[in-house]
């Protein structure tokens, strides 16, 4: 996305074009060591007097706004899916961990509060994702609300399978803290999720205006 009016334009002097890799003036920061995602790589993109040819823009001058908010869509939509992903298996884990780990000779898993907790996280696991369902459906069918029900997927989906995954370390006592079990793999690389595609507080502003 390259500002091609002036700053009085706003969203409408922005265009989108395809910068290709061997273009003169594109250039690449370091590896950046992450907190989770290490398998994939993220560099700073660096543009010094880069100059792209007309023929590699996308759609007209000054439709780069609405490019971009049509792919972040279904880009949340990702995020929130991934997001599913990670707390059913550190809840699969969880489960599995309190059924064989014993405290004072009784299993994890027969306390009642493991057993309510077990609940909650289940309970919000499905909550997250009924709602990213239907906002995908509702992306798909470009329903009058589609906008605003993938920022609220995005935002309720990340929220509570962060927690998920957290809680879920929680049941592990020290052994969650250990790289040796994936539980802490799962909450480090969905922590990014609450930030990704336009962070958690962007969505609220977007639910919000949908509102008022």
């Given amino acids: 996305m390259v500002r091609t009016g002036t700053v009085e334009d706003g969203a409408k002097g922005i265009t989108c074009v395809v910068v290709e890799k061997d273009a003169p003036g594109l250039s690449f920061g370091k590896k950046e060591k992450k907190v989770g995602w290490n398998s994939q790589p993220t560099r700073a ?9 007309v023929r590699n823009r996308i759609g007209a001058v000054g439709q780069g706004f609405g490019i971009a908010m049509h792919g972040l869509n279904g880009g949340r939509l990702n995020i929130a899916s991934c997001s599913l992903g990670a707390a059913q298996r550190s809840l699969e884990l969880a489960r599995e961990h309190v059924e064989i780990r014993k ?4 299993r994890l898993i ?7 907790e077990l609940a909650s996280m289940a309970t919000d696991l499905v909550a997250s994702r009924l709602l990213v369902r239907q906002a995908a459906h509702n992306l798909d069918n470009v329903e009058p609300n589609h906008v605003v ?3 609220m997927a995005k935002l309720f989906a990340t929220e509570k399978c962060f927690q998920i995954c957290d809680r ?7 052994y969650g803290y250990l790289k040796e079990y994936a539980v802490q793999q799962y909450m480090r690389d969905s922590r990014v999720h609450r930030i990704l595609e336009g962070t958690n ?8 205006k949908d509102l008022m």
């Fill in 103 to 106: 405290a004072f000779k009784r």
């Fill in 110 to 116: 027969d306390l009642q509060h493991i057993q309510f």
């Fill in 149 to 151: 029900l993938c920022s």
């Fill in 201 to 208: 507080e962007i969505m609220k502003v977007i639910v919000a």
């Fill in 45 to 53: 993109v660096i543009f010094e007097d880069c100059r792209i040819p």
């Fill in 168 to 174: 879920s370390l929680q049941l592990f006592g020290g």
